[in-house]
């Protein structure tokens, strides 16, 4: 399969923990996004990487969230101290800005998180 | 803040009937992309339609997109059950700012 792979599916994490989720994006793809999904509504934007870099963050990334993708590939994404508030499913996305590309945006399975 | 709105929010159709479903946006975009998500499910890119086209055709998709409106509409024809979905637009420059989405209930 060569599409945007997350993992864990699922996270069930005790307020406080930490958590980490992985993204693999489309291999050729040098834009990775990351997107917030809560119940009912559309996802959000949180963050995007144009290879290594981190070119924006969304005022919702608390100083909690913190996100990576060192080696312009694979991406993460860690919340520290996580709270009940950030129970959602976490999506990645990955696109190409290649010159026969208008940046499709193509999603991964997402990873469930649940905060008790 | 979401800038998106798709409209109806809950459509409930036959098989075999057109689905409509529309979208309007704020901000200028480059391009308007229209996915599908299955419940509990990562979202499914279905077309990207630019900013200098009015209409473009998928299968059974056809999406239309007025940039003097900010509006963009989908329609499926000849809907089948297992289109049963959540429907997005996102409007994109390069990330995506998408609406709540429209639930379809393709009913057999």
């Known amino acids: 399969d060569t599409g945007v792979s997350q993992d864990p599916r699922h996270k069930i994490t005790k307020r406080g923990q930490n958590v980490t989720f992985r993204c693999d994006p489309i291999?050729?793809?040098?834009?990775l996004y990351w997107y917030r999904q809560t119940l009912g509504q559309g996802p959000e934007f949180l963050t995007y990487?144009?290879?290594?870099?981190?070119?924006?963050k969304s005022r919702l990334l608390s100083d909690r969230f913190s996100a990576e993708r060192p080696k312009g590939s694979f991406s993460t994404l860690e919340i520290q101290r996580t709270e009940q508030g950030d129970s959602a499913m976490y999506l990645c996305?990955?696109?190409?800005?290649?010159?026969?590309?208008?940046?499709?945006?193509?999603f991964g399975p997402g990873t469930r998180l649940t905060v008790l | 803040s979401q800038q998106g709105e798709e409209d109806p929010q809950a459509l409930s159709i036959q098989e075999g009937e057109n689905a409509t479903m529309n979208c309007s946006y704020k901000?200028?975009?480059?391009?308007l992309q229209w996915y599908r998500q299955n419940s509990g499910r990562g979202l499914v890119h279905l077309i990207l339609?630019?900013?200098?086209?009015r209409e473009k055709h998928s299968g059974r998709l056809r999406v239309t997109l007025d940039t003097s409106k900010k509006s963009s509409s989908l329609l499926i024809t000849a809907s089948r059950a297992a289109d049963t979905a959540s429907y997005f637009c996102?409007?994109?420059?390069?990330?995506?700012?998408f609406g709540k989405g429209t639930l379809l209930t393709v009913n057999p």
């Open positions: 990487f144009q290879n290594e870099a981190q070119l924006e």
């Open positions: 291999s050729e793809h040098n834009r």
């Open positions: 901000t200028s975009i480059n391009n």
């Open positions: 996102g409007g994109s420059n390069y990330k995506l700012t």
């Open positions: 996305a990955s696109s190409s800005t290649g010159t026969s590309s208008y940046n499709e945006q193509f």
């Open positions: 339609i630019r900013s200098n086209e």
